[in-house]
């Protein structure tokens, strides 16, 4: 009764749960739901930061979702940039350095435009402003966001500053668990 009344609740829901954007990793898990925690785990500069960023995009334009990506790691602007680089199919180093040509300049700002027609909400949170797992939770209420992403989270503070940092990150996954 439990799997069925879920699986018929689901099937008459508008409310899609979060997904990865990748179709494999997407139909094997089912995609994610509220209380879920998911880890990326690597080496520096192996592409964590663009994965989680597409993963916030594809939620945020393909399935309408309010997204709050919070970085630990990078400004703003940085994040800003990366975001409306992957959202307009451009060149993420020409818009750093102001290289575009004129018909790329066109395009982006074509596209910079629609962003703003998208449905759902994105923000993007420099983690300096947000840096416990109760702010940022009470950050992502506060503005009905479906999806956070954190880049950096084993940076995010915990309220015991005692705890060693692995520790300290396996209670913050706790705690987003118990929040979700």
Known sequence: ??????????????????EFGWNYMDSMSGGCLPGDVVSFVGRPAMGKSWLMLYIALHNWVKLHLNVLFVSMEMNVLAVA????????????????LAGYSTSTMGLFMDKTAQMEQEPGKFYVMDGNLAASANHIY????????????????YLVKHPNSKLDRFTRVAENVELFTQMG
Not at 81 to 96: E, F, G
């Open 138 to 153: 009470s950050l992502a209420q506060q503005l009905s966001c479906n999806v956070i992403c954190i880049d950096g989270a």
């Open 81 to 96: 940039q990366r975001c409306t680089s992957m959202y307009a199919h451009t060149n993420i180093s020409q818009l750093k």
């Open 1 to 18: 009764k439990l799997v069925l009344g879920t699986y018929y609740k689901t099937l008459t829901s508008n409310a899609p749960g979060a």
